[in-house]
């Protein structure tokens, strides 16, 4: 059974730091690229960063771009991503999410490039 499952959000003020994590399990995580999404309250889905198998290459939204940094670690089956210099519009629920293959193929990636979701974790930026 396919399982990801997401960790680390919680409170923080504007200007802080969170690192989320996301533990993978059910399938060779080594083999695909994956993505972290969110969504903020009322809005839709919102693509944050890609990363692909190897971890050699890297994408950002705008928004996030020189604040947050995707990472993985192969050994261990686990995504991360380090959310620097915070806003109160950074608030959202964070999905980690596997792609079908090991690379993206667009900027952002399609939603159908994604085959699995973990459960959330929920970030608020707020003082």
């Known amino acids: 059974e396919v399982q990801l499952v997401e960790s680390g959000g919680g409170l923080v003020q504007p200007g802080g730091s969170l690192r989320l994590s996301c533990a993978v399990s059910?399938?060779?995580?080594?083999?695909?690229?994956m993505s972290w999404v969110r969504q903020a309250p009322g809005k839709g889905l919102e693509w944050v960063s890609v990363?692909?198998?190897?971890?050699?290459?890297?994408t950002y939204a705008d928004s996030v771009k020189g604040r947050f940094a995707i990472s993985r670690d192969n050994a261990k089956n686990t995504l991360y991503l380090q959310m620097n210099s915070l806003k109160p519009e950074d608030t959202a629920v964070y999905y980690c999410?596997?792609?079908?293959?090991?690379?993206?193929?667009?900027?952002?990636?399609?939603?159908?490039?994604?085959?699995?979701w973990g459960q959330g974790t929920q970030v608020t930026v707020s003082s």
């Open positions: 990363i692909n198998s190897g971890g050699g290459s890297t």
């Open positions: 059910g399938f060779s995580f080594r083999y695909y690229a």
């Open positions: 999410a596997k792609h079908r293959s090991p690379n993206y193929y667009s900027n952002p990636p399609s939603i159908d490039e994604y085959n699995y």
